[in-house]
Each structure stands twice: as structure tokens, then as C-alpha cells.
């Protein structure tokens, strides 16, 4: 445990600083170059930059090269493949407007090379049951995994600073967990992406300096997901990520198909006359998780924000307790 | 805010842990034997399907708990 102490503190300064380093320039080229978007929940014509992605893969593919330089484990290998593909593939929608099965079907492909450099266990733990092995159904998991932990943060991204907020807190607990069922290599290949989400808040929280893009938050859902998978640590992770989950779960129960935001003609969230943000009656809109929020009456962005990262460290502390669990037997 | 959300996140917690003993009580004894080489494949299929249908009846179920849960901020 002592010796994965130096690389663990090396990997999370490199994630922090180069992410911190590396996001202003970044806003200042993407300025230059007109890659703006209207921030739509700003009473003035605010444009913001995007994508971040750049700084974010960025900082992932520095820090878990120093850990890989220490460690040399497949895993970390694995993870970084799988990312930045997600990159990739992120970046192609940032840039030109892909079909609504493209990020699935593409994610899909980026988690081979999991699968390729054996980088996984396919028994399956279960808190208090123990575990079940799935030889076969366990790689169709690993398929599906990358793109739902993609889709799901890229799925929450809507508000400032959410995404990137959320991703803080829900790698932390994932890592908490890890240490906690002694996993040690996994929860240090996991710091990274704490603290490369939270570099990027810095410039992401209300009122946003630039958004992470496609790009930006489908690298970090693709890590999480590889994390949880080389991690052996996927039910955890799932708890960890639930609001997220929910509100992709709210998205397609009500539209009943994998369809593009801006394909969707409803309008979920409007404005009031001071622009808090209140839920709309519009029964063609979807009912997402800041509909539900706006329920109880109109709120300010940053309250909505908060109030998705209330739910996140609920369920947070909920992974951590699962963690806790596995180690029980019935 | 109200508590709505908390309790659903918590009741999906829960389905998620009653989900797994399903799972692993089901799906673990699964082993098939008398096809030679492809007793590993049947039985990969049996639990592929079994796993399959307990998604679809957990999904069914989180459903009627999300309009039970969120009955009047659904309707909006």
C-alpha cells in the first residue's frame, strides 16, 4: 500500500495541474475560432466555448501514464484505450452532427480493448450474495457498460457545471469504494479522474467559461465504466451513478426510443420572467431528472445544480455502504 | 427540493440488491452437463436469457415505481 503512494500522489497533481493548466489557452483558442454555443439558460446572449474534451483527455492520458510508468498493469492500459477513444468518438459528434445510434454503437466498439487485453474478472460480485460467474453474458456487460456510463453523463450534462460536478462525486465515492473492498492499484487508477473533473469544474461551474462537449463528458463516463469494470466494481458504480441513471432512465421511459436531444420537440424546462428555470406542461416534452426537480416550483440554475449534487452524494454514501455490504456474506 | 427523488434513488438501491441475490441465486446453481464441449455455451445461454428476463421484469417494476412515486409531477 505504501509504495502505491508516490505514484498515486504524482498521477492526481498531473490530472489536476495539467487539466487547470491546459483549459485556459484552450478557451482562448476555441474563442479564436468561433467555437461558441449560446449558454440558453442565460437572460443575456451569453456564448460559451466548447468542447473541453481536449483538456480533459488531456490530463487522463498524462496522469495514468505516470501511473503505467510505476505500475505497468494492463488495466491502466485498458482504461486509457477505451477513453480516449470515447474521446474520439465524442469529438467526431462535437464536430459534425452524428445520428442518434452513432455514440452507442461507437462506444460499444471503444470497449474491445477491455475485452482484448483480458483486463477484467467475470465473476460478477454481488453485496451480501456473493458472486455469480457469467463467463459469456459477462462480455455482452462490458459492451454495454462503456456505453451507458458515456451516454449517462453525457445525458446529464444540461446545466453549468453539472456534469463535471457530478463526475467528482461520483469517482470519489467510486474510488472510497475501491479502497474500501481493497482494490488499492484500481482506486489509485482511479484519482485521476477526480481530479480531472475537478480541474475542469473550476471553469465549467455557473456561469461556465467553456462546456465539456461530447467529448469532454463521454471521456469521463467511458472511464468510469472501465474503472467499474477493471475494478470488478460494477454494481457500486451503478449506485454511485444513480441520479444520472435515473434521469436517462425518466429520458427513455417517456420518449420510449434512443433518440438525440435536439431531436426531441418538447420543451421538458422554460423560463420565467426573472429566469429561474420551472417545469413546462408540454406532455410531448420529456420527463428528465430536472423536470422532476422544477416540480416543486421555479429554481435558480445553480439550485437545480446543487440540488443534483445533493443527490449525487446521497448516493454516493449509498456506494459506499454497498461497498461495505460486499464484504457480508448471508 | 422535494424528498420524492431520495426515496426513488433509495427504492432503486433496493431493487438493486434484492436484484443481485435474485441473480445469484438463480443464475449461480446454473450448470448443464451431456453436451460434451458445449455444456458451457447452453448454460451461458439459459443464464443469458433468465438474466434477460429479470432486466426487463426489474425495469418493469422501477416503472410502476417512478408513476407510483411521481404520480402528480408526472402528470405536470
Redesign the interface.
Known sequence: MIDLLIPAIISCIVAFVVVFVMTPPLIKILEKRNFAVKDMNKKEDVMVVRPGGPAIIAGIIASEIVLYAFLQMNEILAILITTTAAFLIGYVDDRKVMGGWFKPVALAIAAIPIIALGAYDSDLAFPLFGTVQIPALYLALIIFMIPITGNTINSIDVLNGVASGFMVIASFSLSICLFIIQNYEIAIVSLPLGFVSLAFYKYHKIPSKIFPGDSGALTLGAMYGAIAIVGGVEIIAAVALLPAVINSFLFLSSVKRVVEHRQIKGKPVEHTEDFRLKATDDKKAPVTLVRLILAGGPMSEKQVAFAIFKLAIFSGILAVFTAFMMGVSL | ??S???V???A??GL??VG??I???L??PITISGFGEFD??IA??I??VI?LVLVVIWILI??KL?NWI?K???K?
Do not use: Y
Request: aromatic fraction near 20%; charge should be positive; hydrophobic fraction near 65%.
Open positions: 427540493m422535494k420524492d427523488l431520495f426513488f434513488l433509495f432503486m438501491w438493486i440488491i443481485g441475490g441473480v445469484v441465486t443464475l449461480g458451457w455455451f451461458s445461454v443464464k443469458a438474466a422501477l416503472s417512478k411521481f402528480k409531477e408526472i405536470l
